[in-house]
């Protein structure tokens, strides 16, 4: 038998329970939390002021999220390695000095999945007659090769 009452008793319906002003005794409430920045300017300002001259997590680093990231896997699904002709048109002499693409007169052969390309696109103009091979291509792109003499041979067409 107890000769007094549990102290605890006559705190209930206080609104501090005893200790002092309003929040302490909380869980994580009073020390501000279990992340590096969360509440940084009450409780660990040091330490974030710190972890961010040393850069982490890099040099643009601020405070809080910012947008949504997408999934490794899905970004993968739509990865396409695209080209443009300006840029086709740029490299097709380092590409016959590689042996990646064929010379044969003034036409040029050339099978962009050797290169990793899987489309390309109609950007920009091309000068020289070019037989091309390629997973995909936009409507712009067959047009413009098609008018400089060139043609183009899509693999779902070759199959």
């Known amino acids: 038998m107890r000769k007094h009452e549990r102290k605890i008793r006559r705190h209930r319906a206080s609104r501090t329970v005893g200790y002092g002003t309003q929040g302490q005794h909380r869980k994580a409430g009073q020390r501000a939390g279990k992340g590096k920045t969360t509440q940084w300017k009450y409780s660990k300002k040091s330490y974030y002021l710190k972890q961010k001259e040393l850069g982490f997590p890099d040099p ?32 097709l002499e380092s590409l016959v000095q590689d042996k990646k693409a064929i010379k044969s007169g003034d036409t040029y052969t050339i099978n962009l999945s050797d290169i990793n390309i899987q489309k390309i696109l109609g950007r920009g103009g091309i000068t020289k007659k070019i037989n091309i091979t390629v997973n995909n291509a936009s409507k712009r792109a067959i047009e413009k090769i098609e008018a400089a003499g060139g043609k183009v041979v899509t693999i779902s067409e070759a199959s």
């Open 60 to 91: 643009d680093w601020i405070m809080g999220k910012k947008g949504f990231k997408r999934p490794q896997d899905i970004i993968r699904i739509y990865k396409v390695n695209a080209l443009n002709l300006k840029d086709l048109d740029l490299k």
